[in-house]
């Protein structure tokens, strides 16, 4: 599937890579101003997320248009974990990721009843109905609007056992002592996502990653032989809402407080935007994507005329106002410009998603082993029984 | 029982926009079998239609009376729409009739935007799977919703219907009712005439004419026509047109029911396309009944009555119907069967 | 740790430093033995504020006049333009000159009128771009929720619009400060109004946006309403954004109520407005009254574009262009005389929270959070707008008259869609700061 054989050297050698790049990133994100702890802490929060729905959608070809549920779910369990049980990270987690399983698996179990645009459908439906019950009438579960938080005077078991259940101050998720906000916060993101990443390794090089890879081929094929493909995607479809779940928690982790709108369905088409933008089907794409999104989402919207017009002092007084006039349509207010720009470029232009893009590049230096053929998998392959 | 009535007419009116736009998405997934998620942003565009051509026929003279000052002390500013010191009275009631104007400057507009899009960007990705059709609409519906927002700002705009339309219809009246009992806002009686009318025409269209035929049948089987020797792709760019047309008209006549802002697309998008698969992918009377169907069970559910029972139901009820009918018939209410049956 | 990024060592960073110091990050993270006496202090000669408003979403074009504001309070800050109301402002330790002689710099976010989106964004501020205090937003839930946040991180918070009594009542923070009035404040302004204009044998009807400032708003009038003695027949919760309110109307034509509340605000309480007026409710006869309609919470900026519908329609603000008073006059004179428009309630609000911000600074000599938190509290100020002014300690909500409004019937510009019934006197909406709960905990100077 990739131009490089896919051994397990070569395996190795990717996910070795990998973590020292994840690891590394408080040193090369800096000159990129975004070498500050809440958005490194997002960039490996939202790659766990797009690489969880790549295990579904890059695989199987399944495209859910409700994952932000999933994480939604994985986040009011941690914070309710906070509440009752205590700040310790570690059972949040745990909590986070079985609830999510069991909660993927009912409406896996129901959803992949159907393929093609009706998964799609069903998935967003249930996605909905799970943002409007959330925003409304769940309010004494979810807090609504506010979001879920955690207060001084909940029980927090654990807390008061160890005889830590009067904070003074804030009340932040600590793990032997360390704060996990800012870069130990990151740290333990960036563990999750190292971890996520090696699972997600073998789950593409193993048989049941093949399975998954024939149902998005052709499905009707293995049905045809005898083969009840409806397990497979289910699996797939509960691994990779624990995915979501993990990162939902860890989002409350690194910030105790659930608010309802991260179960809209404009969330969901955010984590699908970032696998295609990174490349469906490849490992590292999606973790691209989510981290090229979440920066444009950060670093876009923050820009105004004052800065502007501080990059574009160099130029002539008359051309710099036409030029930062014309630059501000795309930032600060104007984001989602930029942000749909983006898409349809990238879409139209590089489908197999920027991944694709390095391949074509590296094949025009003349570097590449191989010609361009590879791409995604199952680049050719149309939509599963539609 | 008048509760009933009213909501059954709240569900019609509500239930003729969601059929309208409907109509035009499964119109374009059935020929072209485009997913077009910039459909809900043709309706924004309509909408958007009506208020450019109210701003333009309510185009102010700007005179300054040096005697007024603002606060901020520059002289206060006397408008007065061009056209009303043209035309006088005449220009009041142009005015006044801005929004059934606009349906004029509507069509046209809507036809380039629809033949613009399709030549321009769609008809690359008929070949291309299902989740790159959505992804590339989506950009294209953001990128169309931020233009309106730089050039009309985020703020609804209210269009008023015209002056005889603007109150309520005694409609209990008619039907024996006490007088003051069934009472329904004109223009939304209006509303769902018009959609009644754009409806039946579409179906006309493709019933009645050769133009209609050909499409029909390349709806069932394109490849089969495409042997006749007929530029299918032709006409499917023409349906384009006509889908972005229904859609804009559907949203120009919405105006005064629901103010326009940039992003009544989106908020319709998702809607529509769950009544489509509650009607049956790329199923014309599907969609429209599914539409109507819809609109009524939203509005039943909004009832206090129901809501005691099932707290929140109000909010759901629309997902719920699409995953009970997906879960027990696929096809939709009237799709065909073994056609796009997941 | 965060100390990494303060203004200065960006500075560092920018020379070419970048790579020592990204080396040193993950070292210094354990300690906070670095960490200077609070957090972010300014180190150079400028002082950064954070204004954290809606750029994207339904309210848009609201916070987009909040940053108007607030480049203009930071111009007048600064010693640039008229001065607006510096010149009007009692008591007043600031000079022109900045804040204790740093000039002011501010950052902008994006809250997408979304507590995530917010906090992500003030988080950015604070993180990235050592923000010394953060302000601005348009709804309760993004106030709430950022209010925390700069609790926990040890900054000020200043919120912007937000009418909820949760802000300064259960969700109450050391750290947060709120100018606007509450929705309890609304309820017992408009009560009396409402009282000599309908009477007191009402039986009203609530539509209210399904969230937790439209449950706020709804107990609050219902509270002020039946203590006047009108009855509440029902208060329908309607889904936030519903777009056609028909649905929710209808039930209201046949249910003997002559008064219908509109618990919405922005989108939502343009759009039921409209409808409302379309289904004839304002030319309804009921229990041989005329039938009337009462929005609890205007927003001229929304209200702009519903012309006809809200005339003589009752409802409150904090604030309105068209007042008479010093301070309110000289700031919609250099609002004006830069935009070309008056300012709304929310540029308003915003403004005056940064002012008051750094004044407070200036009195207590520092920008450490902790003093600039007993430089406000119990602070007593005036020719800002609203009158005599406290902000009462016990809870960080301002006191201050409170303005009942109804649509124009003569309006002499497109601007002038409210006119100002009554200014109800202070003494008349404080309460007991008990009445709401909460705990404003200890200050945090996030060192």
């Given amino acids: 599937m990739k131009p490089v054989k896919a051994t397990a050297r070569n395996d190795h050698l990717l996910f070795v890579v990998f973590a020292v790049v994840v690891l590394a990133m408080p040193i090369w994100l800096a000159p990129l101003g975004a070498g500050y702890p809440d958005l490194m802490q997002k960039f490996a929060i939202y790659g766990l997320f797009a690489m969880g729905f790549n295990i579904l959608f890059g695989l199987t070809g399944y495209l859910s248009f409700g994952h932000a549920a999933f994480l939604g779910v994985g986040s009011y369990t941690a914070v309710w974990s906070f509440k009752l049980l205590g700040m310790n990270p570690l059972p949040a987690i745990a909590l986070a990721v079985v609830t999510t ?112 890879r024939a149902i998005k081929t052709n499905q009707n094929r293995l049905n045809y032989t005898g083969v009840s493909t409806r397990p497979y995607a289910l699996t ?141 998998a199952g680049d050719a392959a149309p939509q599963a029984a539609e | 029982m008048d509760a009933i009535l009213l909501q059954i007419l709240n569900g019609l009116d509500k239930g003729g926009a969601y059929a309208l ?60 729409p061009y056209i009303v ?176 802002d940039y992003h009544m697309g989106m908020d319709f998008l998702v809607l529509s396309f769950v009544v489509v698969v509650v009607g049956g992918m790329g199923s014309l009377p599907g969609a429209v009944a599914a539409g109507f169907l819809l609109g009524i069970l939203q509005s039943f559910a909004s009832m206090t009555e129901v809501k005691s029972i099932f707290p929140g139901i109000d909010q759901i009820i629309i997902y719920l119907v699409a995953v009970v009918i997906l879960l027990v018939r696929p096809r939709g209410l009237m799709g065909r069967k073994g056609v796009m049956e997941g | 740790m965060v100390e990494f990024f303060t203004p200065s060592r ?58 108007r504001a607030y480049e203009l309070a ?7 333009g008229d001065g607006g109301m510096l010149n009007t402002m009692k008591p007043l330790a600031l000079t022109g000159n900045g804040v204790l002689g740093k000039k002011v710099a501010f950052v902008t976010g994006d809250t997408q009128t ?56 259960k969700d109450k923070r050391r750290n947060g400060f709120r100018h606007f009035f509450n929705a309890y404040m609304s309820g017992a302004a408009l009560a009396p109004v409402l009282k000599n204009a309908y009477g007191t044998d009402r039986k009203a009807y609530h539509l209210t946006a399904d969230y937790t400032w439209g449950w706020s708003q709804e107990e609050s009038i219902k509270n002020a309403t039946e203590a006047l003695g009108w009855e509440t027949l029902e208060a329908v919760r309607t889904p936030l954004g519903a777009g056609d309110f028909s649905q929710y109307i209808t039930p209201v034509l046949n249910s003997g109520a002559d008064v219908l509340i509109l618990n919405h605000y922005g989108k939502d309480m343009v759009n039921s407005l409209t409808q409302a007026v379309q ?33 003589g329609i009752f409802g409150s603000t904090n604030w309105h262009w068209s007042l008479q008073d010093e301070g309110s006059k000289a700031f919609v004179k250099s609002f004006g005389e830069e935009y070309g428009f008056p300012p709304s309630q929310a540029a308003h609000t915003c403004y005056v929270q940064a002012l008051l911000y750094a004044d407070a600074c200036e009195r207590a000599g520092t920008f450490m959070p902790c003093a600039v938190v007993g430089a406000l509290e119990g602070h007593e100020f005036d020719g800002m707008g609203n009158g005599p002014t406290l902000y009462r300690a016990a809870d960080h909500q301002c006191f201050k008259k409170v303005l009942v409004v109804k649509g124009n019937e003569n309006p002499t510009s497109q601007f002038d869609i409210l006119e100002v019934v009554q200014e109800v006197p202070v003494e008349q909406v404080t309460y007991d700061p008990a009445i709401f709960g909460g705990d404003l905990g200890e200050c945090n100077n996030g060192a």
């Fill in chain 2, 21 to 80: 736009i409907a109509l035009g998405l499964t119109l374009v997934f059935g020929t072209l079998g485009v997913v077009n998620f910039a459909h809900g942003a043709l309706f924004m565009l309509g909408a958007f239609c009506a208020v450019t051509v109210n701003q333009l026929i309510g185009l102010e003279q700007v005179t300054q009376d040096p005697t007024q000052l603002t606060p901020w002390g520059t002289p206060v500013e006397i408008r007065e």
């Fill in chain 2, 85 to 260: 010191s043209w035309l006088g009275d005449t220009g009041l009631l142009i005015l006044e009739y801005s929004v059934p104007v606009s349906i004029l400057a509507a069509i046209p507009v809507m036809i380039v935007i629809g033949l613009v899009m399709e030549r321009g960007l769609i008809q690359f990705f008929y070949k291309r799977p299902h989740a790159e059709q959505i992804l590339v609409t989506f950009g294209l519906a953001i990128v169309l919703q931020e233009i309106i927002k730089t050039l009309f700002g985020a703020n609804p705009l209210p269009q008023t219907p015209p002056d005889a339309l603007r109150t309520a219809a005694d409609v209990g009246v008619m039907f024996g009712f006490e007088p003051g009992q069934i009472v329904y806002p004109w223009w939304r009686l209006v509303y769902f005439l018009f959609a009644a009318l754009v409806i039946g025409s579409v179906f006309a269209f493709l019933q009645l004419t050769t133009f209609g035929m050909v499409v029909r049948a390349g709806m069932a089987d394109r490849e089969t026509v495409g042997l006749f020797g007929i530029d299918i792709q032709k006409r499917f760019t023409v349906v384009f047109g006509l889908a972005a047309v229904v859609a804009g008209l559907a949203g120009v006549m919405y105006t005064p029911i629901l103010p326009p």
């Fill in chain 3, 279 to 311: 289904f004839g409710l304002r030319d309804k006869q009921v229990n041989g009254k005329d039938f009337t309609i009462v929005v609890p919470l205007y927003s001229r900026l929304m209200a702009q574009g519903a012309g006809e519908n809200v005339k």
């Fill in chain 1, 101 to 212: 399983g069991v909660f993927a698996w009912v409406i896996g179990y129901i959803s992949l009843r159907r393929t093609g645009i009706y998964f799609s459908i069903l998935t967003l439906a249930f996605a909905q109905m799970s943002y409007n019950l959330a925003y409304s009438v769940l309010t004494p579960i979810t807090n609504g609007e506010t979001g879920l938080r955690v207060l001084n005077d909940d029980p927090r078991i654990l807390d008061h056992m160890v005889g830590r259940g009067e904070a003074d101050g804030s009340l932040v998720a600590t793990l032997f002592g360390v704060e996990m906000n800012g870069m130990p916060g990151f740290y333990f993101c960036a563990a999750f996502l190292i971890i996520g990443m090696y699972i997600s390794i073998r789950i593409f090089r193993s048989p049941f990653g093949l399975m998954l």
């Fill in chain 3, 10 to 67: 960006r500075g560092v960073l920018k020379g070419g430093a970048a790579l020592g110091a990204g080396l040193a990050a993950p070292t210094i993270f354990s300690s906070r033995v670095w960490a200077a006496d609070y957090l972010n202090k300014p180190m150079g000669d400028t002082v950064t504020f954070g204004f954290n408003v809606p750029q994207t979403g339904a309210y848009a074009d609201e916070g987009a006049d909040e940053l």
């Fill in chain 3, 74 to 80: 930071v111009k007048h800050l600064n010693g640039e």
């Fill in chain 3, 114 to 169: 979304k507590s995530d989106a917010a906090r992500a964004s003030a988080k950015r501020m604070i993180e990235k771009d050592g923000a010394i205090m953060i302000t601005g937003g348009s709804s309760s839930g993004v106030a709430i929720a950022v209010q925390s946040l700069c609790q926990e991180a040890g900054v000020i918070f200043m919120s912007g619009l937000t009418h909820s009594n949760d802000t300064t009542g």
């Fill in chain 1, 236 to 376: 797939a479809f509960v691994i990779s809402g624990m995915y979501a779940g993990l990162a939902g928690g860890l989002l409350c982790v690194t910030d105790p407080l659930a608010g309802a709108e991260r179960m809209q369905w404009t969330a969901s088409g955010e984590v699908v935007l970032m696998t295609i933008l990174g490349g469906a089907g490849t490992l590292v794409g999606p973790i691209i994507g989510a981290g090229l999104i979440k920066y444009s989402e950060n670093i876009f919207s923050a820009f105004n005329e004052q800065t502007l017009h501080g990059i574009f002092a160099f130029l002539p007084d008359g051309i710099e106002g036409a030029v930062v006039s014309v630059a501000g349509l795309f930032v600060g207010e104007g984001w989602h410009l930029t942000l749909g720009l983006l898409f349809m470029i990238i879409v139209i232009f590089l489908p197999g998603g920027l991944i694709e893009g390095g391949k074509r590049l590296v094949d025009m230096t003349g570097r590449g082993p191989r010609g361009g053929g590879g791409g995604r």
